[in-house]
């Protein structure tokens, strides 16, 4: 059976109280490997982050990590890193990583993978994120014209969700634009036995 995957929840020691660092952590996999390489490919994306956002500087005032599990069924594990800093100045800034994983195997997925090779999947998902951005009438920073072929991404239960950055594409107080898109319209391009096939056989 397909069961979801154990999921506990760690915290990173850290002698500031404004400072708190929340992590995901695979757990009773039969295949340790498995576990040992999700788990691996968890926290060393984290660790990028709190790079990123000063986790180590002197200066920082404030700092928040937290995750979201977005899907844990069908051997497919989607989870977001979430991570707040605040060193001084306006506001903080927020920086969220998806991570999906095939738990049979300990796979991690790019988007493009998630798609057949020569299928312009950049141009089919940009295409609808600009109808979108249209009908939803987005502030944008400048022209919204493609997507990188590295999207942030993440799948939840039978849909793909593209998502950017703040400052990406939007001024800040659009906070993080999302854009939710059905699997089933985007039948004739996914990659066979993908996590989006898999999901999709049950939609």
Do not use: C
């Not at 109280?17 to 695979?26: F, I, N, R, T």
């Not at 059905?182 to 939609?203: Q, V």
Request: proline share 5%; net charge negative; hydrophobic share 40%.
């Amino acid at each position: 059976m397909d069961l979801p995957v154990s999921i506990a929840t760690k915290r990173l020691p850290h002698a500031s109280p404004k400072v708190e660092v929340y992590y995901p952590v695979v757990t009773h996999l039969k295949n340790t490997n498995v576990q040992s390489k999700i788990n691996h490919a968890i926290v060393s994306s984290l660790n990028k982050i709190l790079i990123e956002q000063n986790f180590y500087a002197k200066e920082l005032v404030e700092l928040l990590a937290s995750y979201e599990l977005k899907n844990n069924q069908r051997n497919i594990l989607s989870l977001n890193l979430i991570v707040y800093s605040f060193t001084g100045g306006a506001h903080g800034m927020t920086i969220i990583k998806s991570l999906t994983f095939d738990t049979t195997t300990g796979k991690e997925y790019t988007l493009k993978e998630l798609f057949k090779t020569d299928s312009h999947y950049e141009e089919k998902l940009s295409d609808i994120i600009q109808q979108r951005i249209k009908d939803w009438k987005i502030d944008l920073l400048e022209p919204f014209n493609e997507i990188r072929s590295d999207q942030d991404f993440y799948i939840a239960d039978t849909s793909l969700v593209i998502y950017f950055q703040l400052y990406e594409i939007t001024p800040y107080y659009w906070g993080f634009p999302y854009f939710p898109i059905p699997i089933l319209d985007l039948a004739d391009i996914i990659e066979p036995d993908s996590p989006l096939d898999r999901m999709m056989a049950f939609t």
